[in-house]
């Protein structure tokens, strides 16, 4: 089981969650607090955006490592 992916997962369902909220806020931006809970949502959205770009980069880092360390199948 590969870690990143499986917090990939986890981070992008959690993005649809707040992402949903958000449209759901504005489409009645009139209900009582819409200001409070779309500041809170929208924090939330940016702190996981924040947590997909670094695991991004981590199994960027992560791939090219491992093609790194596979031997060379010419030399054999």
Do not use: W
């Not at 089981?1 to 992402?19: C, F, G, H, L």
């Amino acid at each position: 089981m590969d870690i990143i992916k499986v917090n990939q997962q986890s981070v992008k369902a959690d993005m649809e969650q707040y992402a949903f909220e958000i449209n759901c806020i504005l489409a009645k931006p009139e209900g009582e607090g819409s200001l409070e809970r779309l500041n809170k949502a929208t924090a939330r959205y940016s702190r996981l955006s924040a947590h997909m770009q670094v695991l991004n980069q981590l199994e960027t880092q992560t791939q090219a490592q491992q093609v790194q360390e596979q031997p060379l199948q010419d030399e054999d």
